[in-house]
């Protein structure tokens, strides 16, 4: 069901506005003729779930090539 799938992907974004900007962004992108569009976007929801589609905020000054350098 749907709503499951919405909730599981909010356990990594917090803002439901974000999750649904993120989710139809994604759609348009990974959507492919002749298959129905719920279908691709309950796959978004799904990866949404398994993996954040955020990613990781890097702390200024904390990247790699600051600390090889230093």
Do not use: W
């Not at 749907?2 to 348009?28: E, P």
């Amino acid at each position: 069901m749907r709503s499951d799938l919405i909730f599981g992907a909010l356990a990594h974004v917090k803002n439901r506005y974000q999750l649904c900007q993120l989710a139809s962004k994604a759609t348009r992108k990974l959507h492919k003729p002749n298959t129905r569009l719920q279908d691709t976007t309950n796959d978004v929801l799904v990866r949404f779930h398994e993996t954040s589609p955020v990613g990781k905020v890097v702390a200024p000054g904390s990247s790699a090539q600051e600390r090889r350098a230093a």
